[in-house]
């Protein structure tokens, strides 16, 4: 079965860098594309960006152009979100979401990972 | 960027009843609308995509209708288990926005 397995909870200062990482497995990690999804504390839904695991194309929303790299590495299915400068206002839940294409239709997605900003 | 609404932000609904929930966006998406639900504490879950093509699994008591800036998401008969947030999302272009969401609760 198709499983997106997202790695454990984050606690770091501003001004510091996180990773998080998406570990898939249960189909072919190049045959989808892994976009990635944000949600502050009872708050909605914002995108991020995604990344091509065969090509490792990424496009990422104009917002996070200048904090956000991902990365995969195909020899582990796994995806990666990395953001720096990190400010309180990205203490969020990070979701990765599997699609068929670029344009974001998540047909399944990570159990989310939260990434507490404070000093 | 594409703005999307949602209407109401909340509403109280007994089991059985027919809940409509509806989405509008700023320009034209032709029919590339996608609908989730999220329950407290997990990730959203697909429902509907392309506007009105039911996503595998999901039962379908769950329909999507619309085109163009105005979209519906119908729940014809509500289960205990459909109490929760729901999100319109389009797929049209960069940067993919959501709707604000709609939390349905029991009454």
């Known amino acids: 079965q198709v499983q997106l397995v997202q790695s454990g909870a984050e606690v770091k200062k501003p001004g510091a860098s996180v990773k998080v990482s998406c570990e898939t497995s249960g189909y072919t990690f190049t045959d989808y594309y892994i976009h990635w999804v944000r949600q502050a504390p009872g708050q909605g839904l914002e995108w991020m960006g995604w990344?091509?695991?065969?090509?490792?194309?990424?496009d990422y929303a104009t917002k996070f152009q200048a904090r956000v790299t991902m990365t995969r590495d195909t020899s582990i299915s796994t995806a990666y979100i990395e953001v720096n400068s990190l400010l309180s206002d990205d203490t969020a839940i990070y979701y990765c979401?599997?699609?068929?294409?670029?344009?974001?239709?998540?047909?399944?997605w990570g159990q989310g990972t939260l990434v507490t900003v404070s000093s | 960027d594409i703005q999307m609404t949602q209407s109401p932000s909340s509403l109280s609904a007994f089991v059985g009843d027919r809940v409509t929930i509806t989405c509008r966006s700023s320009?034209?998406?032709?029919?590339?609308l996608n609908w989730y639900q999220q329950k407290p504490g997990k990730a959203p879950k697909l429902l509907i995509y392309g506007a009105s093509s039911l996503q595998s699994g999901v039962p379908s008591r769950f329909s999507g209708s619309g085109s163009g800036t105005l979209f519906t998401l119908t729940i014809s008969s509500l289960q205990p288990e459909d109490f929760a947030n729901y999100y319109c999302?389009?797929?049209?272009?960069?940067?993919?926005?959501f709707g604000p969401g709609t939390k349905v609760e029991i009454k």
């Open positions: 320009q034209s998406i032709i029919r590339d």
């Open positions: 990344i091509s695991p065969k090509s490792g194309d990424t």
């Open positions: 999302q389009h797929s049209f272009n960069i940067p993919f926005t």
């Open positions: 979401a599997r699609a068929s294409r670029w344009e974001l239709v998540g047909d399944y």
